[in-house]
């Protein structure tokens, strides 16, 4: 069993930052993707950012250069810096990774309860 536990949301005003944070735990041998989502009231979830085990990441067209992905693998973390915020970034966000629990294991996909992220004045 792997689990993700995320931190780090709350209320900001529009222009404000938070740090989001997720850490994982449990059976991992190694992670493959790991990253955010969002889902905002009454719409679908989407991808917010993502980073590979290699290094490469992918961010949303809506939050490319306001956020920031940042990852630790060796303490299995990763960081959401959201600077810039604004109404619609309010969402629940999601952790996301992927991740087997031995070399040539399957590699299954893990999400995070959700937290919070509310941008109003």
């Known amino acids: 069993q792997v689990q993700l536990v995320e931190s780090g949301g709350g209320l900001v005003q529009p222009g404000g930052s938070l740090r989001l944070s997720c850490a994982a735990s449990?059976?991992?041998?190694?992670?493959?993707?790991m990253g955010w989502y969002r889902q905002a009231p009454g719409k679908e979830r989407e991808l917010v950012a993502i980073?590979?085990?290699?290094?490469?990441?992918n961010y949303a067209d809506s939050v490319k250069g306001r956020f920031t992905i940042a990852r630790d693998n060796a303490k299995k973390l990763v960081y959401l810096q959201m600077n810039s915020l604004k109404p619609d970034d309010t969402a629940v966000y999601y952790c996301y990774a992927e991740t087997r629990s031995a070399r040539y294991d399957i590699v299954k996909s893990t999400w995070g309860q959700g937290t919070q992220v509310t941008v109003s004045s």
């Open positions: 980073s590979t085990n290699v290094g490469s990441t």
């Open positions: 449990g059976s991992i041998f190694s992670i493959n993707d």
